[in-house]
């Protein structure tokens, strides 16, 4: 009854909690994980002249921070996973000196770590030897021509413990810049044990980025991406109420990312908890994506998704740099309008009570949810309060009774 006019210049999260030293001023809208290799040189410069233009940042992906992330100077958002690439030793563990090298670049504004991706949790992947060429070799530290594997589990850690523990350490070697992880829900109890080795340690990340089960990648088997993982707004409904029921939401700020291309996506999942949204799937349309399938190939048609110099050629930075900045500058201005139009002012007023589901399954009014310390209580729902007694600092697994049937 009362609507708004919201400047879309005026959206943005402060990322960084109280071990922070280098707090970083976040668009509501960014380039989500995608890797130089699995998309072209052009694609990557693009991407990065297109955040740079608009004030927004570029994840790098687990494929390591390559010269065509830094030609233009846009805001980087640093992903490393299980191949620590850009961050490895010759076999394969995470190197120190090369990770504080690269953490300390101007340039680099957050540090995430991924542990899994939306369209294959738990799996790893291989970008196959004869797409490694020089340039990727040298982004990533690995031989010229030959297979890279990104295994499915990191040999940094084995437990949530050690996780967080792991997380420390790329905060001090990245003197004080934001540290997260990123991961798509699975088993419940797994994120429930990280939550409680943060309490542990009294030590919190300063992000948690979650990706949903309908993120796209050509690389997936299709058992993986039809039937493992939760999707985007289950999961991240799930790991905001299990930060409230914690009592620890207001120390991490999370990131939403799967299938989020519109201002009414965006609009969803701040309703469900997230503070900013990362876009895969929006930005490679903005660089010409026709969904060819082709990918890996070699011989994508458009030059997004392909190390052939001669394909890449019809990718013209210029002009997809332009394009890039606006669909973002387009997207965020759509989802201001609905903002104003629902009479608030910010992305955090938006709460899951106006969610008015229309499909069939689950109303936003039947979501379990979870008071401020209530994961501690009696009256907790058992859809949290299960996985919460089986979940263990000491290990991802599952804590069970010593009795049959459990």
């Known amino acids: 009854m009362q609507p708004r006019d919201i400047d879309p210049n005026g959206l943005r999260i402060n990322i960084g909690g109280a071990k922070c030293t280098q707090p970083y001023s976040c668009s509501l809208l960014n380039v989500s994980a995608m890797s130089f290799g699995a998309l072209s040189a052009n694609a990557i410069e693009s991407l990065n002249?297109?955040?740079?233009l608009g004030d927004f940042a570029h994840d790098t992906g687990e494929g390591g921070l390559s010269r065509y992330h830094r030609k233009h100077g846009g805001d980087i958002i640093w992903e490393i996973g299980s191949g620590y690439?850009?961050?490895r030793k010759p076999d394969g563990t995470f190197d120190p000196v090369q990770f504080a090298e690269r953490a300390n670049d101007p340039q680099v504004k957050m540090l995430e770590l991924k542990m899994s991706q939306g369209a294959k949790p738990g799996h790893g992947g291989m970008l196959p030897g004869a797409k490694v060429t020089e340039e990727i070799a040298e982004a990533r530290g690995v031989p010229v021509g030959t297979d890279c594997i990104s295994p499915a589990t990191h040999s940094a850690f084995s437990s949530p413990l050690e996780m967080m523990k792991f997380l420390q350490k790329m905060r001090e070697l990245g003197k004080g810049k934001p540290v997260g992880f990123k991961f798509c829900v699975g088993h419940r109890h797994e994120f429930m044990g990280i939550v409680k080795a943060m309490l542990e340690l009294d030590d919190y990340p300063d992000f948690i980025v979650i990706d949903g089960k309908e993120g796209g990648t050509g690389a997936a088997p299709l058992e993986f991406a039809n039937s493992i993982g939760l999707p985007l707004r289950e999961g991240l409904h799930f790991v905001n109420m299990v930060l409230i029921g914690a009592g620890i939401r207001d120390k991490i700020k999370l990131g939403a990312s799967g299938k989020i291309i519109s201002g009414a996506d965006m609009a969803r999942v701040f309703a469900l908890g997230a503070d900013w949204c990362n876009s895969a799937r929006g930005f490679m349309f903005?660089?010409?994506?026709?969904?060819s399938r082709s990918c890996h190939t070699n011989r994508c048609p458009t030059g997004v998704a392909t190390q052939d110099k001669n394909r890449q050629k019809g990718l013209d930075v210029d002009d997809k740099s332009k394009r890039v900045r606006n669909f973002h500058h387009n997207t965020l201005h759509g989802f201001?309008?609905?903002l104003g139009a629902m009479g608030l002012e910010c992305q955090n007023d938006i709460t899951i009570d106006m969610i008015h589901a229309r499909e069939r399954g689950m109303s936003a009014e039947q979501m379990p949810r979870l008071r401020p310390g209530q994961l501690f209580e009696e009256d907790c729902p058992s859809l949290f309060a299960g996985p919460w007694a089986?979940?263990?600092?000491?290990?991802?697994?599952?804590?069970v009774d010593?009795?049959?049937g459990h």
């Open 402 to 404: 010593d009795f049959p």
């Open 49 to 52: 002249k297109g955040a740079k």
């Open 336 to 338: 201001a309008e609905m």
């Open 85 to 87: 690439f850009g961050c």
């Open 390 to 399: 089986h979940a263990q600092v000491k290990s991802f697994r599952r804590q």
């Open 286 to 291: 903005s660089l010409g994506c026709i969904q």
